[in-house]
Nanobody
Framework: QVQLVESGGGLVQAGGSLRLSCAASGRTFSSYGMGWFRQAPGKEREFVAGITWSGGTTYYADSVKGRFTISRDNAKNTVALQMNSLKPEDTAVYSC??????????????????WGQGTQVTVSS
């Protein structure tokens, strides 16, 4: 069983920064692509950022490109999301997720099978 636990959310003013972290259990973390998703009230869950199993390739939603950076440490079974220049529209519950297929990555939530409980990010104007 895989468990994902996020941390690092909070309240920040527009223009500020936050760093989210996701700790994963299990011995096969390094074989799977990981992703960050977010869901705002009344909206569907949306892709934010993804990283391949090796960390060699990262990809982002257009809305966060240039402001957010995803990274992973396979030795520590962690994936992080550095968020800079935050905007009020970034307010949402952020969740990390593991891709359901080894050595694969994608932007669709349906392709991810394990999810963390989420952490709230609130950006005030």
């Amino acid at each position: 069983q895989v468990q994902l636990v996020e941390s690092g959310g909070g309240l920040v003013q527009a223009g500020g920064s936050l760093r989210l972290s996701c700790a994963a259990s299990g011995r096969t973390f390094s074989s799977y692509g990981m992703g960050w998703f977010r869901q705002a009230p009344g909206k569907e869950r949306e892709f934010v950022a993804g990283i391949t199993w090796s960390g060699g390739t990262t990809y982002y939603a257009d809305s966060v490109k240039g402001r957010f950076t995803i990274s992973r440490d396979n030795a520590k079974n962690t994936v992080a999301l550095q968020m800079n220049s935050l905007k009020p529209e970034d307010t949402a519950v952020y969740s990390c997720a593991r891709h359901r297929t080894t050595y694969s990555s994608s932007k669709s939530p349906a392709d991810y099978d394990y999810w963390g409980q989420g952490t709230q990010v609130t950006v005030s104007s």
